[in-house]
């Protein structure tokens, strides 16, 4: 994993170092929690009471004769889902289980019925029964039935023992099949298996009173329905009878003497119709064509006349005969004009005699009409006859009915009646045991394996969540790696926490003497490698003047600012170092200095500058240091004197370097790191806060201060490295940095030495490697001050 930056520039989450770093950190916390949650869960497995399960298994019978079908009151079970469902509630429910409980007399038995245990006292109540003593609650025990009649007594026990049988019994389906598993549970073998058989026999002997109970019901009920059917089909039957006489409705083959009538006439009426219809049709086209001069040879009663084949047959020969003669005679020969007259009498009479049978085929179309009028008005006879009938049947037909369904319904409860009547010998539950339930010979729980395994599982969870969150509110800074990537700013270095080697720390010298003492030690060099990174801090211009302030007090800025000064003394630079924490006054009294005019004595016109610097006892180094006096302007570095001592200073020293205040305590030190060339953060190891430092490096920006870096001070070897730093372990220092006739042994971090920072102006790392020697180890105490 890798870890990715939120928006407030912090790692959201571990990558695998930091994840070894984190449990080695909280390897302890881990462990407690671990042990914490895998003993509990331990205690409470082998000191539980073992738990017994048996199980009997039941079949669901889905093909049961369904004997009485009123009501399916005895059917058997429908094979669905829902069905199935209903049937595991029912085996499950109050009522059954309180049978189980009267007939096993669970009441008697003290797993059930916690009255009849004796309450011995615990561990527990042993340490809670004086807690509420003192507090004045009551502390002997109360019996929750107390004021209840001797039979309201029984039956609240009674309830109880029912329900604690309840929280035993468990009924379920297995798979998508007709089968019921019944499971019990009970701290006896014996109990479990006896009470899993109980509840299975009582679910069939249930099913089996249910329906002997419904069949009675249904024979009793049934018998009375067929007694009072009876009278009742009777006597709707005369009524049908009377009304029938009473209004002529009389039948013969299904209808009445009316309707067959009309029947009849209708018959004749349409074979009328049906002839005056063809004679219609053959008058008018015999007239039609009369009229239009087409000619009546296509008509059957012209073809049929022989009086009119004699005259067509004459008008053929008179044809032919004046056909002749025109072209023989002229058109006035007197014997051409009678063969024409002739012709023309010979039509005449054929046009009389057509127009003879038009008449009569005329006649017999009035004829037939007439007689299809008088039928229609014998049937408009009938059918008012019937008109009278049908309103009778109207009523009739609802006698009918009436009587039919009494009729249906009083044959149907005598076949049911005499079905239910040997119903007691075909009862038969609808349930089956499959197999009954053995007793169990090991414990279904606690299953000691399985909860150790998740005791310890969860105490490994429990541990890990408790070390994460330790990570996640753990807001103290371990490394430069988190000076760099959560403070944002540049890492120029740590500094070793140096250990005193007497007993208790007693008769310890301070870090500042220790460098001079020990110059070849990691403490001198990781303060020599800060040095180095002030000089080659800005290539273009030299730095001269150096603020060193932290967030708060006793994070050794006091101490390292002094070793700083001595180092670049013992360098051949010439250096000042000035003591600016006015109200503490850490960095004079570590130089072992009392003087009379000081720094603040000169910048206020008390004496001359000469005066004021005093000369380290062990090095060159010049130290402005602070009277006893006490007294202190409100202002100091915002007067025009203190610019003025500075540029004087600048000519006088190669490195001036100003212990100053804490920045959150006090507002001198973010004048002075305004006015300085570079400010340099203290930062304690695993003791500043990110917000303290976050804090001072925006007010350090508010003030415009050009901040070379925050170091990191008094580092703990021996923990380092369980704080992400790589390599940072104390016997690899201890290899490397021994010091002759030292009973003390140090370790520094030189950071990336010899490299400067890609695209900025951070330092290039100067080491001294240091001259081997031999030294011991003894018991070490923490050495250092502000």
């Given at each position: 994993m890798t870890g990715h930056d939120g928006p407030s520039g912090e790692e959201t989450s571990f990558d695998l170092k930091s994840l070894i770093g984190m449990v080695y950190r909280r390897f302890w916390l881990i462990v407690t929690g671990f042990l914490v949650v895998f003993l509990a869960v331990a205690y409470i497995t082998f000191t539980a009471t073992p738990v017994y399960k048996a199980s009997t298994t039941i079949q669901l019978g889905t093909n049961q004769e369904n004997v009485i079908d009123l009501g399916s009151v005895l059917g058997g079970i429908v094979a669905n889902t829902a069905a199935i469902d209903t049937e595991v509630m029912v085996i499950s429910s109050k009522s059954l289980l309180t049978k189980v409980a009267e007939?096993?007399?669970?009441?008697?038995?003290?797993?059930?019925?916690?009255?009849?245990?004796?309450?011995?006292?615990?561990?527990?109540?042993?340490?809670?029964?004086?807690?509420?003593?003192?507090?004045?609650?009551?502390?002997?025990?109360?019996?929750?039935?107390?004021?209840?009649?001797?039979?309201?007594?029984?039956?609240?026990?009674?309830?109880?023992?029912?329900?604690?049988?309840?929280?035993?019994?468990?009924?379920?389906?297995?798979?998508?099949?007709?089968?019921?598993?019944?499971?019990?549970?009970?701290?006896?073998?014996?109990?479990?298996?006896?009470?899993?058989?109980?509840?299975?026999?009582?679910?069939?002997?249930?099913?089996?009173?249910?329906?002997?109970?419904?069949?009675?019901?249904?024979?009793?009920?049934?018998?009375?329905?067929?007694?009072?059917?009876?009278?009742?089909?009777?006597?709707?039957?005369?009524?049908?009878?009377?009304?029938?006489?009473?209004?002529?409705?009389?039948?013969?083959?299904?209808?009445?003497?009316?309707?067959?009538?009309?029947?009849?006439?209708?018959?004749?009426k349409t074979q009328l119709d049906f002839e005056l219809s063809q004679a219609r049709s053959r008058y008018e086209n015999m007239r039609r064509q009369i009229d239009s001069g087409e000619g009546v040879d296509g008509i059957s009663e012209v073809l049929d006349s022989a009086l009119v084949s004699r005259l067509k047959e004459q008008l053929s020969i008179l044809r032919g005969r004046v056909a002749e003669l025109?072209?023989?005679?002229?058109?006035?020969?007197?014997?051409?004009?009678?063969?024409?007259?002739?012709?023309?009498d010979v039509e005449r009479q054929m046009a009389a005699e057509v127009n003879r049978i038009a008449d009569n085929l005329a006649s017999e179309v009035a004829a037939k009409q007439s007689q299809v009028n008088a039928i229609q008005a014998r049937i408009n006879q009938a059918n008012a006859q019937l008109r009278g009938n049908s309103i009778a049947s109207v009523r009739l037909r609802e006698l009918e009915r009436d009587a039919e369904t009494s009729r249906v319904l009083y044959e149907e409860f005598i076949a049911r009646s005499k079905e239910t009547s040997v119903q007691d010998d075909l009862v038969q539950a609808d349930a089956v045991i499959l197999s009954a339930a053995s007793v169990p010979s090991q414990p279904a729980a606690p299953k000691k394996k399985l909860n150790l395994l998740i005791g310890a599982v969860l105490g490994a969870a429990i541990g890990a969540a408790m070390a994460i969150l330790a990570e996640m509110f753990d807001a103290k800074i371990s490394s430069t790696e988190d000076i760099e990537r959560k403070l944002g700013v540049t890492s120029i270095g740590s500094v070793p926490l140096i250990r005193a080697s007497s007993l208790f720390g007693l008769g310890q010298t301070n870090p500042a003497d220790y460098l001079v003492e020990n110059p070849l030690s990691a403490y001198a060099e990781s303060v020599r490698y800060l040095r180095a990174a002030i000089a080659f801090s800005d290539l273009d211009s030299e730095t001269k003047t150096v603020a060193i302030t932290s967030s708060l007090p006793d994070e050794g800025k006091t101490s390292l600012t002094l070793s700083l000064g001595r180092m670049s003394a013992m360098s051949g630079s010439r250096t000042i170092v000035i003591d600016g924490d006015f109200r503490r006054r850490q960095l004079t009294e570590a130089a072992g200095m009392s003087p009379e005019i000081g720094f603040i004595e000169h910048l206020f016109g008390a004496g001359q500058l000469s005066d004021a610097i005093q000369k380290d006892s062990k090095t060159m180094l010049d130290i402005l240091p602070l009277s006893q006096s006490g007294h202190t302007p409100h202002d100091v570095f915002g007067t025009r004197a203190f610019d003025d001592l500075l540029s004087r200073l600048r000519s006088m020293y190669d490195l001036i370097l100003i212990d100053t205040g804490p920045l959150l305590l006090m507002a001198e030190a973010r004048v002075v790191a305004g006015k300085v060339d570079k400010t340099i953060l203290m930062v304690r190891w695993r003791h500043?806060?990110?917000?303290?430092?976050?804090?001072?490096?925006?007010?350090?920006?508010?003030?415009?201060?050009?901040?070379?870096?925050?170091?990191?001070?008094?580092?703990?070897?021996?923990?380092?490295?369980?704080?992400?730093?790589?390599?940072?372990?104390?016997?690899?220092?201890?290899?490397?940095?021994?010091?002759?006739?030292?009973?003390?042994?140090?370790?520094?971090?030189?950071?990336?030495?010899g490299k400067r920072k890609k695209g900025g102006k951070g330092p290039v790392a100067i080491q001294t490697p240091p001259e081997k020697a031999k030294g011991t180890m003894e018991e070490e105490v923490p050495v250092g001050f502000e």
């Open positions: 007939r096993q007399k669970l009441v008697e038995d003290p797993e059930f019925n916690w009255t009849l245990v004796e309450q011995k006292p615990g561990l527990i109540d042993g340490l809670v029964k004086p807690i509420k003593k003192s507090l004045g609650m009551r502390t002997e025990r109360v019996d929750p039935y107390a004021g209840l009649s001797e039979e309201e007594r029984e039956a609240a026990i009674l309830e109880a023992v029912v329900e604690a049988l309840s929280n035993r019994v468990t009924v379920s389906r297995v798979g998508t099949t007709y089968l019921l598993k019944v499971t019990v549970m009970s701290t006896s073998p014996e109990t479990s298996a006896r009470l899993a058989n109980a509840v299975a026999d009582q679910y069939r002997v249930q099913q089996l009173d249910t329906k002997l109970d419904a069949t009675r019901r249904a024979t009793e009920w049934l018998g009375e329905r067929v007694s009072g059917l009876r009278d009742e089909v009777a006597e709707k039957e005369k009524r049908v009878a009377v009304y029938r006489a009473e209004n002529n409705l009389d039948t013969a083959m299904g209808t009445t003497l009316s309707e067959q009538k009309i029947a009849d006439l209708t018959k004749q025109e072209t023989k005679l002229g058109p006035q020969h007197p014997e051409l004009i009678g063969a024409r007259n002739e012709v023309r500043s806060t990110r917000a303290a430092v976050k804090q001072s490096l925006s007010l350090l920006r508010s003030f415009n201060a050009d901040v070379l870096g925050a170091t990191l001070n008094m580092v703990d070897l021996n923990r380092r490295r369980h704080h992400r730093d790589p390599g940072a372990s104390y016997k690899a220092y201890r290899k490397y940095y021994q010091m002759e006739s030292k009973k003390s042994v140090f370790g520094f971090d030189l950071n990336g030495a």
